[in-house]
């Protein structure tokens, strides 16, 4: 019997006739096994900042239900390990942080940041974030979107991966609050030059290349970049 329910996240995609649609997306899942001290950060959190994936799906669903208020809401695509999230979210106590990162032991790391930071206004969610942002928040709803080394994709096969697109960068103008600020960085070269081009090109940004965002951390990641004498590039967009 062929079930054609067809759930709205990525990956669960079908076509007509009932087969799995290969969809193009910009990243790669990688392993789930925690150490640890990741296993300890996620027995103690998830159940209160992790939003399961499958909640989603809900038709009412609703970003206050599980924040517990209403608030400007703050997105981090890749939040990585969260040496970065937890700082800036803390900075930020009337704001809702949902950072977005498929990578579960990069989630059980962020808790601990998180929770050592004392930053309790942020939720994770390990759903696509291109989906989540157009099927999931109201135009004019981001007030920040953060983009912080996201993957390169360096061979040329896979430059459609990379996603900062011109149809992503649409998306992200039309969802950003007029005057709302979304903040990239990058250490590969070649992808800041494809930033550049791209988000220039979208009428509803305004921006360029900055100084380096004095309020985000150096993390690991940005010093391996560094110690092979990679430029960190910083670009910073705001909706006009």
């Known amino acids: 019997m062929n079930d054609r329910v067809t759930p709205a996240r990525p990956h669960r995609k079908l ?22 001290s990741q296993q300890e950060a996620w027995d103690a959190h998830h159940e209160g900042w992790v939003i399961p994936d499958a909640a989603v799906d809900a038709p009412d669903f609703a970003w206050a239900q599980w924040f517990g208020r209403d608030a400007p809401l703050i997105i981090e695509i890749g939040s990585g390990v969260g040496e970065a999230t937890g700082v800036l979210a803390a900075a930020r106590p009337d704001c ?31 759903v696509d974030a291109v989906w989540a942002i157009e099927n999931l928040v109201a135009p004019g709803g981001i007030r920040e979107l953060w983009t912080f080394f996201p993957d390169p994709w360096p061979k040329t096969r896979h430059h459609k991966r990379r996603i900062v697109s011109p149809d992503f960068a649409r998306l ?26 791209v988000l220039d090109a979208e009428t509803g ?22 110690a092979v004498d990679r430029d960190i590039v910083d670009l910073a967009y705001r909706r006009v």
Do not use: H
């Open 96 to 126: 809702n942080v949902l950072a977005i990162e498929v990578w579960l032991p990069g989630v059980a790391a962020s808790l601990a940041e998180v929770a050592a930071a004392g930053a309790d206004n942020v939720r994770f969610c390990s």
């Open 172 to 197: 992200v103008a039309s969802r950003l609050e007029p005057g709302g600020t979304w903040r990239l960085a990058t250490d590969w070269a070649a992808y800041a030059d494809q930033m550049l081009a």
């Open 205 to 226: 940004l305004e921006g360029g290349a900055v100084e380096r965002w004095s309020e985000r951390p150096v993390t690991k990641f940005e010093r391996k970049g560094r």
């Open 15 to 36: 076509t007509d006739d009932g087969r799995r649609m290969r969809e193009v997306l910009s990243y790669s899942r990688r392993g789930s096994r925690f150490t640890p």
